[in-house]
């Protein structure tokens, strides 16, 4: 357990790897805090943060147990270490620990609600509620752990912005055409749907940072480059197809190997294609 950073004022910081102890260190501090207080409502004033719901169940348990245990004057095995470690560096004795015990945890059963123990994702929620107005947000927003639906709404008003955005604009209605080039759907809403589940995939996230930083302008470039070599490439295909063609033709299809019957089958159905493909042989006997 490493204590990266104590401050004297207002909050203090661990950072400490998975199972490294941070809920029992935070359990520690919280007590030390609230039994070393002049007053029994010292934990109104407290705000323990930690990543999920399971390890603030957990810290709350532990504060409640812990504070019932000295209450009982219970003090043996983890509760006495607790206790040892609250009392080292004060003037109390384990007594008078037992006694302030009880008055704080009847006063905290008493305000449970003001007994803040709860994830980053919960506080944060309560920050912009606060300043809901300043950050022009509803007052009654609601937050989705829908990402299906949050990349949906995502995709919406990046082709609401078509028409209103010019280099948007091109860019989509380029998009729509190849696809329609392609025999395919020309409604660009499902491709844009499934691309942006890349955005919350861990595996493609540092690629995805490369490219954030590269200014729309070079992939408008980038992309009319790729356009102009796949229709080189094309070319080339047609031209090969046809020579393979006239080759057989020339030395008879007696000569033919099966591999030849196949090939000749790939380039006639290349030849027929508005846009030249690379085809298996599988794909050459199905059509």
């Not at 709860?118 to 609601?142: G, Y």
């Not at 209605?173 to 025999?183: P, Y």
Request: hydrophobic share 45%; aromatic share 8%; glycine share 4%.
């Amino acid at each position: 357990m490493n204590q990266t950073k104590n401050f004297k004022a207002p909050f203090r910081v661990y950072n400490a790897s998975a199972g490294s102890g941070k809920t029992f260190a935070l359990t520690v501090a919280f007590l030390d805090k609230i039994l070393r207080a002049k007053t029994d409502d010292a934990y109104k004033k407290l705000l323990a943060i930690t990543f999920t719901n399971k390890a603030v169940a957990e810290m709350k348990n532990r504060i409640l147990n812990t504070l019932e245990s000295f209450a009982k004057g219970e003090f043996e095995g983890a509760v006495l270490d607790l206790a040892q470690e609250i009392l080292k560096g004060s003037n109390m004795t384990q007594p008078q620990l037992q006694a302030k015990s009880q008055d704080v945890l009847v006063h905290l059963l008493h305000h449970y609600a003001q007994f803040h123990v709860e994830t980053i994702d919960r506080f944060n929620h309560r920050l912009l509620k606060t300043f809901s107005k300043d950050l022009k947000l509803s007052s009654n927003f609601e937050v989705s752990l829908e990402t299906g639906v949050l990349l949906a709404e995502a995709v919406d008003a990046l082709i609401d912005q078509a028409g209103r955005d010019p280099q948007i604009t091109d860019l989509l209605v380029s998009f729509a055409l190849n696809k329609t080039e392609d025999s395919k759907s020309w409604d660009i809403a499902f491709d844009l749907n499934k691309t942006a589940w890349m955005i919350v995939q861990e595996n493609d996230a540092p690629y995805l940072a490369r490219l954030k930083d590269i200014p729309l302008e070079q992939f408008i470039e980038f992309t009319q480059k790729l356009r102009e070599r796949k229709q080189i490439l094309d070319t080339l295909m047609r031209e090969f197809a046809r020579s393979l063609l006239d080759l057989c033709e020339v030395m008879g299809f007696c000569l033919i190997t099966c591999l030849m019957v196949l090939l000749s089958r790939s380039c006639k159905k290349c030849l027929t294609l508005s846009k030249p493909q690379i085809l298996s042989a599988n794909g050459c006997l199905k059509s």
